[in-house]
């Protein structure tokens, strides 16, 4: 059974001095460095969150410069194509004119010799025709 006596009192106050003991030398301190760890565990955060939008800011910008590089070097090849191009066909042109130049000369020179051929079987018509009925008739036709 439970008396109350002078040691129960003592065991009383003995508890109550142990309590603030305690408080004063553990509990405390130990509050108070969980308090600071989550101090500066949000003030990490923060930051986290501060260079992650730092991050993204600077991502938006190099995505944003490449494609204005990419479209620039876009126009240039089309502008350097595009000069391709009619460098391209001015070249052709000349070309052209110059075979077509080369086409009529060569033609004229063709038609030249056709006549000149023409003429000269004409000339010779008669004496071929005399040469070829002499062949087939075995004999000579001059009379």
Do not use: C, W
Request: net charge positive; hydrophobic share 50%.
């Amino acid at each position: 059974m439970i008396s109350i006596d002078v040691t129960m009192l003592m065991h009383m106050i003995n508890m109550v001095v142990l309590m603030f003991v305690l408080n004063a030398i553990l509990y405390k301190p130990v509050l108070g460095i969980l308090e600071k760890r989550a101090q500066k565990i949000e003030s990490l955060n923060g930051d986290v969150a501060q260079f992650e939008q730092d991050a993204r800011q600077r991502q938006a910008e190099l995505d944003k410069k490449m494609r204005e590089a990419s479209n620039k070097a876009k126009k240039a090849l089309d502008g350097a194509r595009a000069q391709a191009q009619a460098a391209g066909a001015e070249k052709l042109a000349v070309i052209r004119k110059e075979t077509d130049g080369v086409k009529e000369k060569q033609l004229a020179d063709l038609k030249a010799q056709v006549e000149i051929a023409r003429k000269d079987l004409q000339l010779n018509t008669a004496g071929f025709a005399q040469a070829m009925a002499g062949k087939i008739l075995g004999r000579s036709l001059d009379a």
